[in-house]
């Protein structure tokens, strides 16, 4: 924004010494008489404000441009970063779920083992179902 100003300012100042520098050489000139070089300058001074409400609105115009060129790229970056994070948050996710079931596979493995201390194998009973036979079933 401070460079537009700048150039906006320049460029005004410039205009001001060619008009000022014109001024001069038409009156050293002395070639137009009093009335009409009045109606002449009532007409320049009309012309010089619409140029300068032209000069205005295009320097809000870029003004504004170079905002929302601004605004375009901080969305853009806002944008790449959160895609990055929510790839970031997928993988972490992705390895906190593994350790989860590699924890839950060696909690299974220590409640066995703590069963197995409590119960040793010499005090189980192996015990086998009854042979049923169903030789009167007719079908």
């Known amino acids: 924004m401070g460079l537009a100003l700048s150039s906006y300012k320049s460029k005004r100042k410039e205009k001001k010494y060619y008009k000022r520098s014109l001024d001069q050489h038409q ?18 001074a009309e012309m010089e404000g619409d140029v300068q409400a032209l000069e205005r609105k295009l320097f809000l115009e ?15 970056k806002n944008h790449r ?33 703590q069963f197995q201390k409590a119960n040793p194998l010499e005090d189980w009973i192996v015990c086998s179902l009854p042979n049923i036979f169903f030789n009167d079933l007719q079908l």
Request: include cysteine.
């Open 81 to 113: 970063l959160l895609q990055n994070n929510e790839s970031g948050l997928h993988r972490q996710s992705t390895v906190c779920n593994a350790s989860l079931e590699e924890l839950k596979l060696k909690q299974e493995a220590c409640q066995f083992s």
């Open 62 to 76: 870029e003004i504004a441009l170079n905002v929302t060129d601004e605004r375009c790229d901080f969305l853009d």
């Open 27 to 44: 009156s050293s000139a002395g070639s137009r008489p009093g009335a009409e070089t009045a109606h002449v300058d009532c007409e320049v």
